[in-house]
């Protein structure tokens, strides 16, 4: 019997993500991700929820209550949730570098506090049940190098009170390790980071199997690296297990994901992690096994968090607007709750 937790989100972003401007393909609107999402269907499964990315040409950051009631109401037409949603805090949106200057560290937190306001407009509506706020340092590692010490302490601080602002209004933080942020770049950096900050029950770790799988490679980090070039098996089970056991502790959500061990950028969205499709022959992981070392903890489930969400960002659009693509994911999706989720 299929197992109903955790549940099974698709993000909204990878219609926004490294689309629009100049060079770029075009965005994919909203309702547009939201109808693929509700139309994808496995074996009388589908999915359960979506997760919001809080920017233009989405969901403004600013928009009016009445707005996004109406945008709730869209969503649970589908009979789907809301879960995480993912905070503007980067330079040219409402935030800026986490560890920049007083102003800029202000505008990071001013982006939380938005997001906050989003969130509990959500939840009194009953759209939104569960799932985190995710943030990143909003700065680059060629930045944070020209000060480790001192830029991971700012960091820290910077989180910290964006933290406090989170905690006041019954939310968690959740940093996404990626190579392209500073001060979260390796696996490493990340804990420490983490640690630093000090709020183990409010501000912790987004982990994306694409993105952490970078993190074994040591990419953007040579001397944090776990794996070399045509590891084998039992290397590639010894080097998750360090990494998921110092991290698993800090992670609050989870993005489903695969990865060809190569990085990718698209319009404004630095080189990171690529994203390919769910079955993807390049693929590197095998999705439902990486999955388990982040779900479970001495083989049953850890219970951390009630959702988890497939992320696949900087697709062409042509893959992006079929709807087999989600059909696929969601598969995969269900395979991962079957092998690592509960009743």
Avoid at 10 to 16: F, K, R, T, V, Y
Avoid at 60 to 76: F, P, Q, T
Avoid at 298 to 309: A, D, V
């Amino acid at each position: 019997m299929s197992n109903s937790f955790p549940k099974l989100h698709n993000a909204m972003w990878p219609g926004l993500v490294g689309k629009g401007g100049e060079g770029a393909e075009p965005h994919i609107e909203f309702d547009k991700m939201l109808e693929l999402t509700a139309a994808a269907e496995v074996n009388g499964q589908k999915f359960d929820g979506i997760d919001f990315f809080l920017f233009d040409p989405h969901i403004n950051i600013d928009i009016s209550e009445d707005d996004l009631k109406a945008m709730a109401d869209r969503v649970a037409a589908k009979n789907l949730k809301v879960g995480s949603l993912v905070a503007p805090i980067w330079p040219g949106t409402v935030g800026d570098s986490a560890m920049g200057d007083a102003e800029a560290r202000k505008k990071f937190v001013l982006a939380v506090e938005k997001a906050c306001r989003i969130a509990k407009i959500l939840n009194e509506h009953g759209v939104r049940e569960y799932g985190v706020i995710r943030i990143d340092s909003a700065g680059g590692p060629e930045s944070w190098a020209e000060d480790p010490t001192g830029n991971t302490k700012k960091i820290a601080e910077t989180f910290r009170e964006a933290g406090k602002v989170a905690e006041a209004n019954g939310e968690k933080l959740a940093a996404e390790g990626e190579i392209c942020w500073g001060g979260m770049h390796s696996w490493k950096a990340m804990v420490d980071t983490l640690e630093q900050t000090d709020m183990p029950n409010t501000v912790g770790f987004q982990a994306d199997l694409a993105h952490t799988y970078l993190y074994l490679l040591g990419y953007n980090a040579p001397e944090h690296a776990l794996l070399k070039e045509g590891y084998s098996e039992e290397e590639l089970h010894e080097a998750y297990t360090t990494m998921t056991n110092a991290l698993r502790p800090w992670t609050f959500d989870f993005h489903v994901a695969q990865n060809d061990g190569t990085v990718h950028g698209s319009g404004s969205h630095d080189k990171t992690g690529r994203h390919c499709p769910a079955d993807d022959p390049n693929g590197k992981l095998d999705i439902v096994k990486a999955s388990g070392y982040w779900l479970t903890e001495g083989g049953k489930p850890t219970k951390r968090f009630q959702h988890i969400c497939w992320d696949g960002c900087m697709f062409p659009n042509e893959v992006l607007l079929k709807q087999d693509t989600w059909n696929t994911i969601l598969g995969k999706m269900i395979e991962v709750r079957d092998a690592h989720g509960w009743s």
